[in-house]
């Protein structure tokens, strides 16, 4: 396990390079790329902070100021703005500045359980979280975890477990799915959200297609509400996020900067069959299947919110039930479900399927057990069924994803072509390097 000085070692530094200058112009403030937390205006230390306490710092070059903006719900939101040094020394003087915080660059370092907002001399842009663990009752929480996953119950309170505690550590793409409503798919990303506040985020489907990222790149969590990443080069680039060590974070009008990337992936969708490209043999994600609540309670989320630092406390103190097994820390085989595998089978070729379903029509019409060939065969059986394909794309099928091999040498065999009525299929013999493949092989291809 990663310590704090081995995490800061490994984070490079980052400093916004886009310089400010101090003439006055139209827009007086902006907001740097950092994210906020909701406080009820009751609970506001900035409000009732002592006035010899500086609201300001500097990092880098620049000046910022932690202000509350007021939002609809009632609650403020905490935002570091850049302010120009010349207001500053309009508004306190200019000796004002030299009483100023000075840090040389931002840094971004997780952590829930030794949270330091200065380290060295950088400034953390990861937010602390505000729950206090303490004994109590975690019903609810409870309730909904074992609704969400079942039987992986003790796997989902090992992946929160692993998120509060080793914010580092890599963990698969969890997809919830259901065509039902009333599942409790969002209010499970409500209930993260809320666990992790400022260190979540809620994007769409089209932020993952923007270069511009500087608002999720540092954060703990990114959660997709209805995502439907139908494009392949969507899900290449959330798989090859889910297990790379740094990303390239990059806003408007400012330079790119590397960074320790440390994002887990929350995704929900009302389509099972094809939410996102999953290949066969894929183990980087988990999906569960989510079935409908058996009551609708509008104060549900309330509770959960009440019971998050009980539901902290413990898993201050539970004991993982799995150890670590690969760079995702659980085995594909503890988390491969029947959801997942109706995911890979919806993404399956249109000539896979055809191949597949040609040769099992062969094989019951014929009552053999098994059927041979040369892909030449197939191509020619397959315009009968109005089906075009290139005979490189079925042999690719034959030996990439089916993984087959012909014969070495050239052999005789026996082979089909249409037949004659009542025949559906005549049998000829023919000389090839062929291909054998079995009824229990098809059947075990799950696409039927």
């Given at each position: 396990?990663?310590?704090?000085?081995?995490?800061?070692?490994?984070?490079?530094?980052?400093?916004?390079?886009?310089?400010?200058?101090?003439?006055?112009?139209?827009?007086?403030?902006?907001?740097?790329?950092?994210?906020?937390s909701d406080i009820p205006?009751?609970?506001?230390?900035?409000?009732?902070?002592?006035?010899?306490?500086?609201?300001?710092?500097?990092?880098?070059?620049?000046?910022?100021?932690?202000?509350?903006?007021?939002?609809?719900?009632?609650?403020?939101?905490?935002?570091?703005?850049?302010?120009?040094?010349?207001?500053?020394?309009?508004?306190?003087?200019?000796?004002?500045?030299?009483?100023?915080?000075?840090?040389?660059?931002?840094?971004?370092?997780?952590?829930?359980?030794?949270?330091?907002?200065?380290?060295?001399?950088?400034?953390?842009?990861?937010?602390?979280?505000?729950?206090?663990?303490?004994?109590?009752?975690?019903?609810?929480?409870?309730?909904?975890?074992?609704?969400?996953?079942?039987?992986?119950?003790?796997?989902?309170?090992?992946?929160?477990?692993?998120l509060y505690q080793m914010?580092?550590?890599?963990?698969?793409?969890?997809?919830?799915?259901?065509?039902?409503?009333?599942?409790?798919?969002?209010?499970?990303?409500?209930?993260?959200?809320?666990?992790?506040?400022?260190?979540?985020?809620?994007?769409?489907?089209?932020?993952?297609?923007?270069?511009?990222?500087?608002?999720?790149?540092?954060?703990?969590?990114?959660?997709?509400?209805?995502?439907?990443?139908?494009?392949?080069?969507?899900?290449?680039?959330?798989?090859?996020?889910?297990?790379?060590?740094?990303?390239?974070?990059?806003?408007?009008?400012?330079?790119?900067?590397?960074?320790?990337?440390?994002?887990?992936?929350?995704?929900?969708?009302?389509?099972?069959?094809?939410?996102?490209?999953?290949?066969?043999?894929?183990?980087?994600?988990?999906?569960?299947?989510?079935?409908?609540?058996?009551?609708?309670?509008?104060?549900?989320?309330?509770?959960?919110?009440?019971?998050?630092?009980?539901?902290?406390?413990?898993?201050?103190?539970?004991?993982?039930?799995?150890?670590?097994?690969?760079?995702?820390?659980?085995?594909?085989?503890?988390?491969?479900?029947?959801?997942?595998?109706?995911?890979?089978?919806?993404?399956?070729?249109?000539?896979?399927?055809?191949?597949?379903?040609?040769?099992?029509?062969?094989?019951?019409?014929?009552?053999?057990?098994?059927?041979?060939?040369?892909?030449?065969?197939?191509?020619?059986?397959?315009?009968?069924?109005?089906?075009?394909?290139?005979?490189?794309?079925?042999?690719?099928?034959?030996?990439?994803?089916?993984?087959?091999?012909?014969?070495?040498?050239?052999?005789?065999?026996?082979?089909?072509?249409?037949?004659?009525?009542?025949?559906?299929?005549?049998?000829?013999?023919?000389?090839?390097?062929?291909?054998?493949?079995?009824?229990?092989?098809?059947?075990?291809?799950?696409?039927?």
């Open positions: 396990m990663l310590t704090l000085s081995d995490i800061i070692k490994l984070l490079p530094a980052h400093v916004d390079e886009t310089t400010h200058n101090d003439v006055a112009s139209d827009e007086e403030t902006e907001v740097v790329d950092v994210e906020y205006v009751e609970h506001n230390d900035l409000l009732n902070q002592d006035d010899s306490e500086c609201p300001y710092i500097r990092v880098g070059t620049d000046y910022y100021r932690e202000v509350l903006r007021p939002q609809a719900n009632g609650t403020t939101c905490k935002c570091l703005v850049y302010w120009k040094a010349s207001t500053i020394k309009a508004d306190f003087g200019k000796d004002y500045l030299n009483d100023v915080p000075k840090y040389d660059c931002f840094c971004t370092v997780p952590s829930h359980t030794d949270y330091h907002k200065i380290i060295g001399n950088a400034y953390n842009l990861y937010e602390p979280i505000s729950h206090q663990p303490m004994p109590g009752d975690w019903s609810a929480i409870d309730g909904l975890l074992h609704h969400i996953f079942e039987e992986h119950y003790e796997y989902g309170l090992d992946y929160i477990q692993l914010p580092l550590q890599k963990l698969p793409i969890l997809i919830l799915v259901s065509e039902q409503r009333n599942t409790g798919k969002t209010t499970f990303l409500n209930l993260l959200k809320a666990i992790f506040q400022d260190n979540a985020t809620f994007n769409t489907n089209e932020d993952f297609r923007s270069k511009f990222n500087s608002d999720w790149a540092g954060k703990l969590l990114i959660m997709v509400d209805e995502v439907l990443l139908s494009r392949r080069e969507d899900s290449e680039r959330l798989k090859n996020l889910s297990t790379a060590t740094s990303y390239k974070m990059e806003s408007k009008g400012k330079d790119r900067n590397e960074m320790v990337f440390f994002g887990k992936f929350v995704l929900c969708s009302n389509n099972e069959h094809f939410p996102i490209v999953i290949d066969r043999e894929e183990v980087r994600y988990w999906v569960r299947k989510v079935n409908s609540l058996e009551t609708d309670d509008p104060f549900f989320m309330k509770k959960l919110v009440a019971q998050i630092p009980a539901f902290l406390h413990f898993l201050m103190q539970r004991e993982l039930s799995v150890q670590c097994e690969n760079r995702m820390w659980f085995s594909p085989e503890r988390l491969r479900t029947a959801a997942l595998n109706r995911i890979v089978i919806s993404n399956r070729s249109k000539i896979e399927f055809e191949v597949a379903e040609l040769l099992m029509d062969i094989m019951d019409s014929t009552g053999e057990s098994s059927v041979s060939f040369v892909v030449n065969d197939i191509a020619n059986l397959l315009t009968y069924r109005n089906v075009r394909a290139d005979t490189s794309e079925i042999r690719r099928l034959l030996q990439i994803y089916w993984r087959l091999k012909p014969v070495s040498n050239l052999l005789t065999y026996r082979t089909y072509s249409v037949g004659m009525y009542p025949a559906k299929y005549t049998a000829k013999t023919a000389v090839g390097r062929y291909y054998t493949v079995t009824k229990d092989f098809i059947l075990n291809l799950s696409l039927f």
